[in-house]
């Protein structure tokens, strides 16, 4: 994530915090054991980011990935860097160990990222060719990735995150040597490596900054009006007890939808100490947290059915979040705890699917 991306997330709490202070407000969820199954009780997908090395380390982990999620979307191990660190060497072994680990287990794979202007390879940066080669190294990353998958992964974000808050075109080393029309190539190579592979474009703040949304979306349909296939849009969802507002949430599942995109949260964690004040919060905070994915959730259920691709999580326990190491804090935005038992928001869930 940018560093203005962690900066936006804070001027947005310091703005909310005072005025709203729990958007999501308490309310008493009842105990429950995670006996059952997320996805057993869901009609759409249940989805999680995972982290290999847990899966085949830790049994509470492995063991709650198997029972609770239908989708496995790699947190690390398809990004540029782990799939392509030298330049014409791709690297398989851990991505197809994860593949066959999900296949065997009945889980469909979200493939996580062809395009992205962080976690690529240092080669990258340095390789030194002119618009030729730099349009051949494009076209081979993405189709080389693709094909590779064929039949394995379901779906790609085929591009993530580039866009500004402003909603104009991130400046990246795709649009710096590709140029700008680097999104409309990126989805034509992936669509033409595997034309059943459903298709997304993934970006954070999506669901609360209605400017950025509105720019993606135009940018998006006209790329559509040329014919390219896009099917649906990942809304990251990296939210906060404080922020944002169901009634933005709402506003935005619909635009998606209304505009025949598929609509897939895509990276779902509820922060519950966005200001770093609150390191060991209280069982009210919880509850909140719980309210907070209770209001998300049954506003997911409200979008037609052939629109929800589903929701993913970004991680099982908050001993996996990538939040802590990120912004130097502690927090709690996921559906387990540190030791892999069931917190409120998991009750809420499995209640509300
Ligand atoms: O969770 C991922 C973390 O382990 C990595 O260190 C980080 C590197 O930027 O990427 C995290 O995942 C990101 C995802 O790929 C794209 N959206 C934002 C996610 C959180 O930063």
């Known amino acids: 994530m940018p560093s203005t991306k962690k900066l936006n997330l804070l001027v947005v709490a310091f703005a909310c915090v005072g005025v709203i202070p729990f958007a999501c407000k308490k309310t008493t969820t009842a105990s429950c054991d995670a006996t059952r199954s997320l996805h057993a009780q869901s009609k759409f997908s249940i989805g999680v980011a995972i982290q290999l090395g847990q899966y085949e380390n830790n049994l509470d982990y492995a063991r709650l990935a198997d029972q609770q999620f ?12 782990n799939l392509h660190p030298i330049e014409n060497v791709f690297e398989w072994t851990e991505a197809d160990r994860l593949i066959s680990i999900a296949l065997r287990n009945n889980k469909t794979v979200h493939g996580h990222t062809l395009i992205w202007h962080q976690q690529n390879p240092a080669w990258l940066s340095s390789f030194q060719g002119d618009a030729e080669a730099w349009e051949a190294l494009f076209k081979n990353h993405i189709q080389t990735i693709v094909t590779h998958f064929k039949g394995k992964v379901k779906a790609w974000d085929v591009v993530n995150e580039a866009f500004n808050e402003d909603g104009t075109l991130r400046n990246s080393i795709w649009k710096e040597k590709i140029g700008p029309t ?30 950025k ?43 998606v939808f209304n505009q025949d995109y ?71 935005p996921l559906l387990f705890d540190k030791n892999y038992q069931p917190k409120p928001a998991y009750c809420k869930l499995i209640e509300l699917l």
């Open 182 to 211: 680097y999104i409309e190539k990126a989805f034509r190579y992936a669509q033409a490596a595997d034309p059943q592979a459903v298709l997304f474009y993934n970006d954070f703040n999506l669901e609360s900054n209605p400017l």
């Open 70 to 81: 239908n989708s496995f979307t790699p947190e690390n191990a398809f990004k540029a860097e």
């Open 262 to 332: 598929q609509v897939h949260v895509s990276e779902l964690d509820i922060s519950v100490n966005l200001l770093g004040n609150n390191n060991n919060p209280d069982a009210a905070v919880f509850e909140a947290q719980a309210d907070c994915l209770g209001k998300i959730v049954t506003l997911y259920k409200q979008i037609p059915q052939q629109y929800q691709y589903g929701i993913t999580f970004w991680g099982i326990s908050d001993n996996d979040s990538w939040i802590p190491a990120y912004f130097n804090r502690q927090d709690y």
């Open 213 to 255: 949304r509105k720019q993606v979306l135009t940018y998006l349909n006209q790329l559509r009006n040329r014919g390219v296939k896009i099917s649906g849009i990942g809304l990251q969802m990296h939210v906060s007890l404080q922020y944002p507002e169901p009634t933005q949430i709402a506003a935005a599942f619909k635009e």
